[in-house]
């Protein structure tokens, strides 16, 4: 149990335009989803929390109107990285926990590149 | 005061030795202390936790040992195989209040079993 599913898995888009990314849970309902980023050969900088039906807590220096999160229901989470530039080319991860209990459950990741 | 900090950096080990990577914390808060795997172009999979309250956890060939008074804890791999060649992180989190769940990764260490 616990899946964590991402989608897509990698995207390659034009700068400037907009990409969204799913992060679904699979067979639980979770609480509160994650949003990371990695640089290659570094570690996961947590950018947002999200939590089912509220507003998302964005980390400082996450630009919140770049990265917009919508965390819709307790079973999906997406990020849209709006006007993407070739600087937001990076792997993005999400995670979700499910109630009472603060294992994080890690996605496969979102390979994106911006051209 | 939220750092933890990892080391080593990178460790090569021959197959069947132990690989030992270790952790250090500031912040006493933190009650939850995961390892996590990961792979290339993988999400992050949990390998294995603690809480401060015990000393010592094995779950097969990995153990981790925590000492409190030291603020600090280690994942050891027994056996290291080749497959287990990846990156670990190290983590904690605090409980409860906004920070539910939220993690604060090391800097990662990757390793890699010589056949």
């Known amino acids: 149990g616990a899946v964590v599913s991402q989608h897509p898995s990698r995207v390659i888009c034009k700068s400037g335009t907009s990409v969204k990314i799913e992060c679904r849970s699979l067979?639980?309902?979770?609480?509160?989803m994650f949003w990371y980023r990695q640089f290659p050969k570094q570690s996961l900088m947590l950018m947002a929390t999200?939590?089912?039906?509220?507003?998302?807590?964005?980390e400082q220096g996450v630009e919140k109107d770049k990265f917009l999160i919508n965390h819709a229901s307790l079973t999906l989470s997406t990020l849209t990285v709006t006007s993407a530039h070739p600087e937001d080319s990076s792997f993005y991860i999400c995670?979700?926990?499910?109630?009472?209990?603060?294992?994080?459950?890690f996605g496969p990741g979102t390979r994106l590149l911006v051209l | 005061q939220q750092q933890v900090k990892q080391s080593p950096q990178s460790l090569i080990v021959q197959k069947g030795g132990i690989s030992i990577i270790n952790c250090a914390y500031e912040?006493?808060?933190?009650?939850?202390f995961p390892w996590y795997q990961q792979f290339p172009g993988k999400g992050p999979a949990l390998l294995i936790a603690?809480?401060?309250?015990?000393s010592e956890k094995k779950e097969g060939r990995f153990t981790i040992s925590f000492n409190k008074s030291a603020k600090q804890f280690s994942l050891h791999i027994m056996d290291s195989q080749p497959g287990d060649s990846a990156t670990y992180f190290c983590?904690?989190?605090?409980?409860?209040?906004?920070?539910?769940?939220?993690?604060?990764f090391g800097q990662g260490t990757i390793l890699t079993v010589h056949p």
């Open positions: 995670s979700a926990t499910r109630g009472g209990v603060e294992t994080q459950y």
């Open positions: 999200s939590n089912e039906g509220s507003k998302a807590t964005y």
């Open positions: 603690i809480r401060p309250d015990v």
């Open positions: 067979d639980f309902q979770a609480t509160t």
């Open positions: 983590a904690a989190s605090t409980p409860g209040g906004t920070s539910y769940g939220k993690l604060t």
């Open positions: 912040n006493t808060a933190f009650d939850y």
